[in-house]
């Protein structure tokens, strides 16, 4: 009952994100060790910048997309996953976006356009540790990138968001890639159909959240 009550929450939320436009993740397209959707990037690259894959392609034939993926996580690794969304990532010195913002007015056509081929996914129960088979409630990403982690909690389940605080605080390890600071998701929602709370870094029972 309680695996059952909590998916029917999951699939709730699922379902009003996808009516304002997010769209559903699968998380067979996961890459664990490295912490993206290799899949939505690439997809991503190749359609607002289809001039520049093009380009790489002719130099690096079938490779290109293993060493994109490669190049982008260590990337981020390094400058964090904040700073890849906004800026993008070096490639053979040409510059990757992986996501664009929306113009300050409608007259920038040309990045309105691209700002519309961003695309959001709320993907469900993804394998979050490399060394087991444990996974988060909820990974969001962006263009590929995940940015939030949610573990949702149901009070008719006899648990509530500090339960998932706990989770977060015991069960998660921060050293994970999806959960390493800066360089993992940005931030962490324990949720209950009454209260959210978020944290910006997992460091184990020292966690801090904010309501």
């Not at 359609?47 to 002719?58: F, H, I, N, P, V």
């Not at 990337?75 to 929306?102: C, M, S, V």
Request: net charge positive; with cysteine.
């Amino acid at each position: 009952m309680k695996a059952t009550t909590e998916k029917a929450f999951e699939a709730y939320i699922q379902e009003t994100l996808a009516a304002r436009g997010w769209e559903s993740g699968d998380n067979f397209l996961w890459d664990k060790p490295k912490a993206v959707f290799p899949d939505y990037v690439l997809d991503f690259i190749k359609t607002t910048q289809a001039d520049l894959w093009k380009q790489m392609e002719k130099l690096q034939g079938a490779e290109l997309s293993g060493k994109l993926i490669d190049t982008l996580v260590k990337e981020r690794n390094t400058k964090g996953t904040i700073h890849i969304l906004r800026h993008g990532f070096k490639f053979y010195g040409k510059t990757f976006k992986l996501a664009f913002f929306k113009p300050a007015h409608g007259l920038v056509q040309e990045t309105q356009i691209l700002f519309e081929q961003n695309r959001l996914h709320v993907t469900r129960q993804v394998p979050c540790h490399p060394t087991d088979g444990s996974t988060v409630d909820m990974v969001l990403s962006l263009n590929g990138i995940p940015f939030a982690t949610v573990e949702i909690k149901n009070p008719f389940t006899g648990q509530t968001w500090k339960n998932a605080v706990y989770q977060y605080k015991t069960d998660r390890d921060p050293r994970a890639p999806l959960f390493l600071f800066k360089k993992g998701a940005v931030v962490h929602f324990a949720v209950d159909p009454d209260e959210v709370h978020m944290a910006t870094r997992l460091n184990g029972g020292k966690t801090f959240f904010l309501p």
